[in-house]
């Protein structure tokens, strides 16, 4: 087979689809006016925005008024956990998260715990990365004031029983807020039935331009405001306008609800394919993360007896793009803290990688990953004086 370039890591992006730029482009040139302003060019940025707005809040049966811009699933990450810890603090100072949170939240709980005096309870997870509801509910006390627990993890694709945590949280009297960066435009979310009150959501992960997210806030929510300055956003988050990406995050969340059933079907059966191929082909392999529960596009293997970054290397080489964890943690040494809390030995989890598959994946694609991945594993295994002693027990 001829040598592809085949991208596998749609999990740490997307690229923006035509019709979400061609959608964008007018908003760079023609009508480029500031949101605030009077005049007709003021009026123009603002109808789009109001527009996108509603895409937005479409696709998770929201109200507009309910969706807040943000510059993506990060701010969004700690706009929620900031401003609900500050505005509930006189309340209580205790924050119920989970060991596998992407670091947007891992991170701003270090931040509220060294600088502000709150104590935060990291959740365990269990071997395919769920949390247990009993465990929610035995942590969550006097002093509680919010919950927060991811959608779906962007490294094994688990998704969390999201209705359950947030029936738990509503019968306590305590704010949920879920990090759906992952999950929002990937599968179907309506918060309506998940008593969810804070939702992080991005644009990037789901065929739209970087660098624009929102913030779902239920109305009546208390919360500060994190960006002070102007009246953008009702006063919430200040900041002129990022139009053009705006209106293209509103497209690309149009497009994602319109397709989601088939979006949805196409990716699990490339999903199968890739995993049940792979298992095949490949012994001394486990699937990391749930089966039954997951994100559609996401596969993560850990191949015993090599290291994942030898991976990544030899599988550029053969045009492949894939990823051994999260994007942001690639390039450190530490084994992914998702798979240590999910159990995985250090040995194991450093064989691990993540292909992640989207929109433009095709059968071909995934015949090629078949095709190659089994002898990029070998020959790395070869290296390996423990795979020796495991096939010759093995005989
Ligand atoms: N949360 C999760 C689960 C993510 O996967 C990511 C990005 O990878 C983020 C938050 C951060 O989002 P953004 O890149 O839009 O800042």
Redesign the pocket.
């Known amino acids: 087979m001829e040598k592809r370039r085949l991208y596998m890591d749609y999990?740490?992006?997307t690229p923006v689809k035509k019709e979400v730029l061609d959608e964008m482009m007018p908003y760079l040139t023609d009508y480029f006016g500031n949101a605030s302003s009077f005049h007709t060019f003021g009026r123009e940025a603002k109808n789009a925005l109001d527009k996108a707005r509603e895409q937005v809040a479409n696709l998770i049966n929201a109200k507009p008024s309910e969706i807040y811009f943000t510059?993506?699933?990060?701010?969004?990450?700690n706009w929620a956990l900031e401003g609900v810890a500050f505005a509930h603090k006189e309340k209580g100072n205790h924050i119920i998260t989970s060991k596998i949170?992407?670091h947007?939240?891992l991170h701003t709980c270090e931040y509220l715990e060294k600088n502000h005096g709150f104590e935060i309870t990291y959740l365990d997870v269990d071997s395919e990365g769920r949390i247990s509801l009993e465990d929610l509910e035995n942590a969550i006390k006097d002093t509680t004031i919010l919950v927060s627990i991811?959608f779906?993890?962007?490294e094994i694709g688990t998704v969390q029983s999201i209705k359950e945590i947030g029936e738990i949280a509503k019968k306590h009297g305590v704010l949920f807020h879920t990090?759906a960066?992952?999950a929002a435009g990937n599968i179907l979310i309506d918060v309506k039935e998940l008593n969810v009150d804070l939702m992080?959501m991005?644009?990037?992960?789901i065929y739209g331009p970087?660098?624009i997210?929102a913030l779902y806030i239920k109305t009546g929510t208390k919360i500060h405001t994190f960006v002070h300055g102007g009246a953008q956003e009702r006063r919430r988050r200040a900041g002129t306008e990022n139009i053009p990406s705006i209106v293209g995050y509103g497209k690309a969340t149009e497009i994602a609800k319109a397709n989601m059933e088939n979006h949805i079907q196409t990716l699990t059966t490339l999903r199968k394919k890739l995993i049940d191929g792979i298992l095949e082909r490949i012994p001394y392999t486990r699937v990391n993360g749930s089966l039954t529960d997951r994100l559609p596009g996401n596969v993560n293997f850990s191949f015993e007896f090599i290291e994942g970054e030898g991976i990544l290397l030899m599988l550029d080489m053969l045009g492949i793009a894939a990823s051994s964890g999260?994007?942001?943690t690639s390039g450190s040494l530490d084994p992914s803290h998702v798979l240590m809390a999910i159990g995985l030995p250090h040995e194991i989890a450093h064989g691990s990688l993540r292909l992640t598959i989207g929109d433009f994946t095709t059968e071909e694609d995934i015949d090629y990953i078949l095709e190659n991945l089994p002898a990029v594993i070998e020959r790395l295994r070869s290296m390996s004086p423990l795979y020796d002693a495991a096939k010759n027990e093995r005989k």
């Open positions: 999990s740490a992006t510059a993506g699933g990060t701010e969004s990450d949170e992407h947007a939240i991811m779906a993890n962007n990090d960066v992952q992080s991005s644009s990037h992960k970087k660098g997210g999260s994007a942001c």
